[in-house]
T-cell receptor
C-alpha cells in the first residue's frame, strides 16, 4: 500500500476554507511537507512542519500535525481560484528521499 | 539562479525509438532526483544521485531505462527502446543537502508521449 495517503480530489467554493488531509506511516519522520503543483509546472515547496510541533501557521495556510494518529492536514483559508492545483503531502524517513503521496487535486469554484 | 532546467519540455516519439531527457540542477546542489508522474501511479522516484554517483535506482522500471550524471551540472535519463506505457511527465529535482531534510527544487518537467 501507499506509504503516504491522500484523497485524490477536493472541490471548494471561492472564499471558503479548504482542508486537505494526509496520513503517513513512519512515526519517526522528523519533517512533513506540503508541496504544490500548478498546471504545467513542477512541484514547489509550500510549507513544512517539524514533528515536535502540533501546528504551524503561515498567512492563509495552517498545518496541523497529529503524531499519535500519523495525520497531517493543510488548511487554506479564504481559498482563491489561484489556489487550484495539486497538493502533495510528503514525509522523510531518515537518510532516504522524501516519500510523496499521490496528490490531492483542489478545484476552486468561482 | 535559473532553477532546475529540463529539456525538452515536450517530446513526441514513436514506439521503439530512443528518448533522452536532460536536466541541469541548481548549482551547488549535491543531490539530483528523477521522477515520473502519471495519473495512475502518481509521482514515482526513479533514481537519485549524490555528488554525481547513483545511490538508489530501484525505482527504474526496466532495463530500458538508464540514467547518468557525468558531472555536477548535467544528468540524462534515457529510454531505449521507448514504449507507449512510458508516456508520462518526467521531472528532475535537485536538493542542497541531506537527502530528505532539505527542500527539493523541481524542474518544469518533460512531457513524453510515445505513440
Amino acid at each position: 500500500g501507499e506509504d503516504v495517503e491522500q484523497s485524490l480530489f477536493l472541490s471548494v467554493r471561492e472564499g471558503d476554507s479548504s482542508v486537505i488531509n494526509c496520513t503517513y506511516t513512519d512515526s519517526s519522520s522528523t519533517y512533513l511537507y506540503w508541496y504544490k503543483q500548478e498546471p504545467g509546472a513542477g512541484l514547489q515547496l509550500l510549507t513544512y512542519i517539524f514533528s515536535n510541533m502540533d501546528m504551524k501557521q503561515d498567512q492563509r495556510l495552517t498545518v496541523l500535525l497529529n503524531k499519535k494518529d500519523k495525520h497531517l492536514s493543510l488548511r487554506i483559508a479564504d481559498t482563491q481560484t489561484g489556489d487550484s492545483a495539486i497538493y502533495f503531502c510528503a514525509e522523510n524517513k531518515g537518510n532516504t528521499p522524501l516519500v510523496f503521496g499521490k496528490g490531492t487535486r483542489l478545484s476552486v469554484i468561482a | 539562479d535559473a532553477g532546475v532546467i529540463q529539456s525538452p519540455r515536450h517530446e513526441v516519439t514513436e514506439m521503439g525509438q530512443e528518448v533522452t531527457l536532460r536536466c541541469k540542477p541548481i548549482s551547488g546542489h549535491d543531490y539530483l532526483f528523477w521522477y515520473r508522474q502519471t495519473m495512475m501511479r502518481g509521482l514515482e522516484l526513479l533514481i537519485y544521485f549524490n555528488n554525481n554517483v547513483p545511490i538508489d535506482d530501484s525505482g527504474m522500471p526496466e532495463d530500458r531505462f538508464s540514467a547518468k550524471m557525468p558531472n555536477a551540472s548535467f544528468s540524462t535519463l534515457k529510454i531505449q527502446p521507448s514504449e507507449p506505457r512510458d508516456s508520462a511527465v518526467y521531472f528532475c529535482a535537485s536538493s542542497p543537502g541531506q537527502v530528505s531534510s532539505y527542500e527539493q527544487y523541481f524542474g518544469p518537467g518533460t512531457r513524453l508521449t510515445v505513440t
